[in-house]
């Protein structure tokens, strides 16, 4: 049973047998509120979701809106269990559109983001460790928002294609719904949405919920 079939198992009742075939995902959190890096300041973030994968963050603004990211993604096993898990780094950039980033003012705000990257893990139906599949990709994304002060309330979606040794070609989606509190030197992020994957194998969807924190510096 896949971690996210036994999240939904404990939080609806539901008992559905399944043998997971995916390969992971780059990155299992989205990124919180768009607009929220000050030109020439870098920011530090960490988070969990619902299914227990943990995602850190580093952020460096190179031009005005223009961000460069890089992210490190896991999920330990179950205990006795060596399968359905993942470590996967990635690289990417980000871009806000309206040409407010950092900026306390209100109104809207929205970015898009692409990056690629790799790492280990997956789960099929074979006896092999997560950590002897090589997997590697890319994804997209977007994301919109309105600010009023120090809060913005977004909308964020990404899609994410990943290639593993011996396990179809994967393709990851979320979409959510988020508040997000940030300041010049910190920020915190609650999202709530839906979640799947899809290969030619195997298919899933479910809820997602997850938190961000982190801070932001200068360069």
Known sequence: MSRMTLTLVLLCGLATACNPVYAPPLRSLDYGAPGRLEPGRAEVGT??????????????????????????????????????????????????????????????????????????????????????????????????????????????????????????MTVWWTAKLGAEWSSRSAFVALGFGGAGYSNRDDSEQGVLAELLIGGKFGL
Do not use: K
């Open 47 to 168: 988070g969990v979701s619902l299914y227990l994968t943990n995602s850190v963050l580093a952020g460096f603004s190179l031009l005005d809106g223009l961000s460069l990211e890089v992210a490190f993604d896991w999920v330990p096993a179950a205990v006795g269990d060596s399968r359905d898990a993942w470590a996967m780094g990635s690289v990417g950039l980000r871009y806000e559109l309206t040409g407010a980033a950092g900026s306390t003012r209100t109104g809207w705000r929205a970015d898009v983001e692409v990056g690629a990257g790799g790492g280990v893990g997956g789960a099929d139906q074979s006896e092999r460790s997560w950590w002897d599949i090589p997997a590697r990709g890319g994804y997209v994304g977007l994301g919109v928002g309105h600010r009023h002060g120090r809060w913005t309330l977004y909308a964020r979606g990404r899609c994410q294609v990943v290639a593993a040794d011996r396990i179809p």
